[in-house]
Every structure is written in C-alpha cells, then in structure tokens.
C-alpha cells in the first residue's frame, strides 16, 4: 500500500483547534511588546483564525475564553455567527475564574464560600455559552493552589474542587466532554490544586463520565516522560484532548517542535500505538495553546499546524506489525530504529500532495506571507487601535 493511502484519510480527519487568545496581544508578567497586525476584538480574533483555516485546511474550531471574547450584554449566538462568516466555528469553552481580584486566594478552592460559589456561577455561565454556540468541550483549568507550606489545608482544597466539578459536570449537556486541565506550578509554587495527571484524572472520575484529562506539553517538569503519560490515559480511557506547544524550561508557549520535535512525534507515536492495539481512538481535543509575544501570531499559528502535521503524519508511518515483532525478540536496535526510521521520514512532499488534493497550497506559510493578509490586517488595526494595541490581555 502507498504511503498516500495510508496518510491521507489519517490527514483527513486529524483536526486542530486554533485559540482566540493566540492572535491578540498577549505577552509574560513583565510586560508585552505589541504588534500592529494582532487582533482587538472576537471578530479579528475569528478573521485571523479564518485564514489559517483557510491555508492549512485543519482548524476548523476556534476556542474561546468567556471573559475576553464574550462581551456581558451580547448574545452568544451573535458570536457564533461571526465564525461561520470567517469560515469557522467555536469550539472549546474557557471559563477564566484567574483573572478578576476575587480570586486572590483561589477560586474553587477559595475558603470564602461565596467566592467558590460565584466561579461555579460563572462556569455554569460558560456551559450555557457553550451550549447556545454548539460547543462540544468545557476546558478547565485553574490558577488554584498555595505558594507555603501551612498556608491553607490540601485536603479541604481538594473536596472543594471535586465538589465543584461534579456540580458543574451535571449541568453539561449530554454531548459536552469536561476537559480537566493540569499543571505543577505557576502561579501556585507550593501546592498547586490539581498539580499533575493524576490529580486530574481523580477528578475527571470524581466529576462523572463525561469528563476526561486535558493534557497541556507544556505542562511538566524538566525529563517527564509525556508520552508515558499520554499511554496509559488512554488506556484507561481518560485521556480528552492536549493543548499543543513547546518548552525549553516550563510553559514557554514556543511554537510547537520548535525544541523537541522528537517528544511530539512519540506522543503521536503512542497515540497511533493504541489505535493499533485497540483497533481505534477514543475522540482527542487536538487544540494549540499558545501567546506569541514576538513572532508573527497567524505565521506562529500555521508553523505550529504544519509541524503538528508532519510529526503526526511520520508517527502514523511507523510499521506496528514489524515493531511488535521486533518487541516480542527482545530486539532493542531494531525496535528503535523502526521508531526512529519513520522520524526521520521526510513527509514534506506526501503533505504537500494531500494539501494540492483538497485544493490547499502546498505550503502554507509563503501562500500566506504572499496574500498580503498581515499587511492589510496592521494598516486597519493600526489606524483603529494606534501603536498600544486592542487593549486587555487577549
């Protein structure tokens, strides 16, 4: 069989969602340095992914966070209608309970039960944006957590969050998946409320069935093995969706393979593994999460698409039935060459030619750099928005 047939119908269906807050002007906790094509508002924010759409043919969904795209008085569906004119649709729901001052000391975790109750308020808000947009994912994450030791009690943090959750998984409708988000520090440096895989799967199982582990690249310490992680989530049937970038140190938001694309391709790599020994996949949020402060966003964007492509594409060429073979004799060598074979698997052409097949440039990024779209964008935004941007943080 031709490594096209293989690939194409894998290309087809393997999808990922943009992030609205990737092309507006964001930056670190030092401060942010603006660019005069970024986006100011959800309408830009969806023309910007509309054309990423558009070359790559992959990101048909954008996500969205509710306090920074969903102004009070406004009609969610309004929202979802400017989508559909930029070629997309809304797709995860992120409510943000991190942000407002009310969340100094936590949000669902927070001791004052008042300040518990209005985060769940607002992510009940959000499930009823999602479900008014046709959402099929609430992402969660949380900023909760303390920075010393005896500042709070851990344990009551954690039934508070499982109260939460459960709370919020029973009014989701049927076909929404809860996405439980992790991450080991920042800005929680002690004790973070849901510091690591393990925690958010407890979770997700301790809000219901239909909530499942999202799984950030950027989200570990130094060494961790990802992949290992990734394995046995879906073995156990837990594993949601992934927020794809790259790190050299922590959550850099570096566009994705950018450091490390050989981590990227095993994660692939063991995903394809359980398709092979499974016979299938259960549904993965393949979703991008990142804030360029100095790249170009939608280049950033349709960089990190490309690359997602490649490295998934490569992983679906490892040969299973020679691998297990080679696996079952003890056979190191040959076990990791047949992995590392199909890395080195230049597949730029075989995309190249999925890409002409459905009409698609074949490369992306110069179609783009050659529409004179960022151009266009910065002298409009400029004119709107002066050198300071569309103002907040996404």
Known sequence: MAQSDILFPLLDAFKIELPSWGFADTGTRFGKFFQDAAAGNIDEKLADAGQVHKLTGSCPTVAVHV????????????VAAMAKRHGVAIGAINPNVFQDQEYKWGSITN???AIRHAAIEHILD??????TVGSQYLSLWFADGINYPGQSDIIAR?????EALKQVHGAMPQDMTMLVEYKPFEPAFY????AD??????FARVAGPRAKVLVDTGHHYQSTNIEQIVAWLLDENMLGGFHFNDRKYADDDLTLGSID?????RIFHEIENHRFRAGQLPPIAYM????HNLKPKIEAMIQTVDMAQQLYAKACLVDRKALAESQAREDLVQSENILRGAFLTDVRGLLADWRKSKNLPADPLAAHRQSGYEKKAAAERRKKYGSKGGGGYA
């Open 191 to 194: 004790a973070t409320d849901i």
């Open 158 to 162: 954690k039934h508070w969050a499982a």
């Open 261 to 265: 694309p050989y981590q990227i391709f």
């Open 67 to 78: 306090l920074w795209d969903f102004k009070k008085e406004q009609n969610a569906s309004e």
């Open 126 to 131: 959000s499930v009823k944006i999602g479900r």
């Open 288 to 291: 991008v999460d990142q804030s």
């Open 197 to 202: 895989w393990g925690m958010a799967s407890h």
């Open 111 to 113: 001791r004052a039960e």
